[in-house]
């Protein structure tokens, strides 16, 4: 896959996470089946912006310093509830079916 079909795919991928449910970075690239967190990462930065970015959050449950506060705010108006500023992603974690 060239970068360009892996952009796509990861922006796909994000446009799949149903409303109230979020997925990790790790999440997003084992999905898309090439890369990594940090690939995943700086797609997101570079391209996310498009794409219902909010729903992609730190494997700790914790949003990106960066776009904390918006993306919390985000999250619970997709019905996410956060808790001490953290997701429980055994709660709202996407588990996409094959």
Excluded: C, K
């Amino acid at each position: 896959m060239d970068r360009e079909e892996y952009v796509e795919a990861v922006l796909q991928a994000v446009e799949s996470i149903p409303e109230g449910s979020v997925a990790t970075y790790g999440d997003i690239a084992e999905y898309v089946g090439q890369g990594g967190p940090r690939q995943v990462g700086a797609i997101m930065r570079e391209y996310g912006a498009s794409v219902p970015w909010w729903r992609v959050i730190r494997a700790s449950g914790v949003p990106a310093d960066e776009v904390g506060d918006e993306q919390l705010h985000r999250l619970r108006s997709d019905g996410v509830r956060i808790t001490n500023g953290r997701v429980n992603l055994r709660q709202f974690r996407w588990n996409p079916q094959p």
